[in-house]
């Protein structure tokens, strides 16, 4: 199912008073330890409402899900928690070099002398990890970008985990679609400096590129954005690792076909990230995958749509089978 949402979304009203967890670490691995965040009250102390993982793309932390977002999730019924993947803001920081011509050869699809420090599949047992440190059976999962990746890999290899499966300007894998911009890749690349102001200076310049041109933040709200990152612990070779998971993970399109859960996928038409191709493969090959393209929408999250992700991965939980706490 196909549907597009309208160019200007003004927010409904403001979310309730919600409970929010300090933030906490949990191992999920070997020598891993993810830091997450909570909204809402936990199923196992009386709170009613439904597990919903959120999982950050690219270089991004936990606090790149705005905690207005978070708690309108919360007001729709959710229990959700929000964390770092490793390598990004306060969780495990791996090891593991990436050099700029091993980059180029798998970003052009070439065989590697050896292969990535983790796969997809690692980051999707975090996630997994992570639901089994709280207690939880199964969630539903919302992923952006390569958290969308993570979310797609999670319902692949963990159907009994995920209630529902909402992806967002992410892709299948399949090199055919959802491609990058080419002028993005040596920005994304290139390095950033190590101080503060280098880096809010990286982060204007990208966010300039891959922004919304529909719903464009000012520049106080990118700035703060990127102080917040920075301030919360950045790895440049982090990113690389992951980056390097992304373009050598497999085309996942046959196994979505075999998927049986409520799926949503969102994307935006002017997405230079990951193009809306990518969206609409995935939707594709999910059977009965709802499909919402968004006019305007680059690869970020404005603020302007949260009432529009809300309500929308609400219905998609809605579509579920109740099942497991």
């Not at 440190?133 to 990746?149: E, F, I, K, R, Y």
């Not at 979310?151 to 967002?168: G, K, N």
Request: hydrophobic residues 40%.
């Amino acid at each position: 199912m196909d549907m597009r949402a309208s160019r200007k979304v003004q927010p409904k009203s403001q979310p309730p008073e919600t409970t929010v967890s300090e933030e906490r670490f949990a191992a999920v691995a070997d020598g891993v330890e993810l830091c997450y965040q909570t909204f809402g009250t936990p199923p196992g102390d009386g709170g009613t409402g439904e597990p919903l993982l959120l999982i950050m793309g690219l270089g991004g932390p936990m606090t790149w899900w705005d905690e207005r977002l978070c708690r309108l999730l919360v007001a729709r019924g959710f229990f959700v928690i929000r964390y770092d993947n490793r390598d990004t803001g306060r969780s495990s920081r791996l090891r593991g070099r990436v050099t700029r011509a091993a980059m180029l050869r798998a970003f052009a699809g070439r065989p590697l002398p050896q292969g990535p420090a983790y796969t997809m599949d690692d980051l999707a047992r975090d996630a997994v990890g992570l639901l089994d440190q709280l207690g939880l059976d199964s969630a539903h999962v919302l992923g952006v970008s390569m958290g969308g990746m993570i979310a797609q890999t999670m319902a692949i290899e963990h159907p009994d985990r995920v209630r529902s499966l909402t992806s967002v300007m992410s892709t299948t894998g399949k090199r055919s679609v959802g491609w990058q911009h080419p002028r993005l890749l040596p920005v994304l690349i290139s390095p950033s400096g190590s101080s503060r102001e280098a880096y809010v200076a990286r982060s204007t310049l990208v966010w300039g590129l891959i922004g919304s041109p529909a719903y464009p933040p000012t520049a106080d709200e990118i700035r703060e954005k990127a102080l917040t990152t920075y301030e919360r612990g950045i790895s440049a070779s982090g990113v690389l690792r992951q980056m390097m998971a992304v373009l050598t993970q497999p085309n996942r399109g046959p196994r979505l076909r075999q998927l049986s859960i409520p799926t949503l996928v969102v994307h935006g038409t002017a997405d230079r990230m990951v193009h809306a191709s990518g969206g609409r493969a995935t939707a594709a090959a999910v059977p009965g995958a709802e499909l919402l393209l968004i006019d305007g929408m680059g690869h970020d999250l404005p603020s302007a749509l949260f009432e529009t992700f809300a309500d929308a991965v609400r219905r998609t939980a809605d579509r579920a089978t109740p099942f497991g706490g």
